[in-house]
């Protein structure tokens, strides 16, 4: 088991630095003790860096968690016992937290307005994508959109991550917002996204800890997905 630093609360999203050991060196990957790299996964994309050693370096080109956390390494690879330091890209990381917080505003809004639910969203670091359904955005509503998040980023809304049993959460949230009930039963503890005031979603991706970090958003365009399926492309600044 590979601890992620991010994952206890908002100030580990700021981590970009770590010591770690090599618990075990594959192939191509390596798996760490602890780690403060985000693997890819819930349409955040994974983070890239550099893993250092005895004077060495090489680079952490993916890193993927299908079971365990395997940073995906180009070069040459540091041994299983062998302690090394971890520098994430701090650039892409923290484009990736300002966008996947600005997703969770708009997937809020969204459902507050028209009571659509998000149904697929895609992080990148200059534009980003989030689905809902069942919906069919006129053009006012996108500017409505727009205007009533960025009313929560100029709000400047403090961000928390938490630990909450799903059964607590059931009882003060819509299930249907945080796409609750299409979470396996069998997961009963949540790591809880919070914008203040607005928002409450169960999310293990990394987030801002302020709305007030976030660039206006600027929505580009919608496109329509299927029968009332509707893909909103945003951006940033
Ligand atoms: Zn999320």
């Not at 890239?48 to 050693?53: A, Q, S, Y």
């Not at 040459?76 to 917080?101: F, L, Q, S």
């Amino acid at each position: 088991m590979t601890e992620l630093l991010y994952m206890k609360n908002i100030e580990g999203n700021y981590i970009r630095e770590f010591d770690a050991t090599v618990v075990k060196s594959g192939d191509d990957y390596v798996v760490l003790d602890r780690s403060a790299f985000y693997p890819e996964g819930g349409g955040q994309p994974s983070d890239t860096g550099i893993i250092e050693w005895q004077g060495r370096k090489t680079d952490v080109v993916k890193v993927t968690k299908k079971g365990i956390i395997k940073h995906i390494i180009s070069g040459e690879k540091p041994a299983e016992g062998e302690e090394v330091h971890g520098v994430i890209n701090w650039d892409m990381r923290y484009a990736h937290m300002k966008m996947h917080t600005a997703q969770h505003i708009i997937s809020g809004v969204v459902y507050d307005m028209y009571r659509a639910r998000t149904v697929g969203n895609q992080i990148h670091a200059e534009y980003s994508r989030v689905d809902f359904h069942p919906v069919n955005f006129s053009a006012d509503d996108l500017r409505k959109i727009e205007e009533r998040c960025n009313d929560i980023i100029r709000k400047r809304a403090p961000v928390r991550i938490y630990e909450e049993s799903r059964s607590s959460l059931e009882q003060r949230v819509n299930e249907e917002r945080c796409n609750l009930d299409l979470l396996p039963r069998s997961i009963t503890t949540l790591r809880i996204v919070e914008i203040e005031g607005f928002d409450v979603c169960p999310c293990a991706g990394t987030h801002v800890r302020n709305t007030g970090e976030i660039p206006p958003i600027t929505i580009l365009k919608k496109e329509g997905k299927g029968k009332e399926r509707e893909r909103i492309v945003y951006k940033l600044g």
